[in-house]
């Protein structure tokens, strides 16, 4: 892994070790760290969306509307509206992670 496409968490936030773990394992790893933006513990900027993040029953969960999705099913949904906002193009195959 490249040092400057890693996600470092801030090590006593539970919630955002996690989501290091989850961005850096992902073949979206690079879209996904310049999106991602902790603002305080479970709420972050996604790119133009602001969003809470919570850890329930060993998953991340990110708060949608009135509920919660999956990670994987938020970044599968937001990655390429958010990436669409910025310019960027992104193969589809990549936004398919862990």
Not at 13 to 25: G, P, Q, S, T
Request: charged share 25%; with cysteine.
């Amino acid at each position: 892994m490249e040092l400057g496409y890693v996600y470092v968490p801030v090590k006593t936030d539970n919630i955002d070790c996690r989501l290091a773990e989850y961005i850096n394992w992902s073949t979206a790893r690079p879209a996904l760290k310049s999106l991602f933006t902790r603002e305080s513990e479970g709420v972050y900027q996604f790119g133009s969306k602001r969003c809470n993040v919570k850890w329930e029953i060993n998953k991340l969960m990110v708060r949608v509307g009135g509920g919660y999705l999956k990670i994987d099913e938020f970044v599968e949904q937001y990655l390429p509206i958010e990436l669409e906002k910025l310019g960027h193009k992104l193969d589809s195959s990549l936004y398919y992670s862990n």
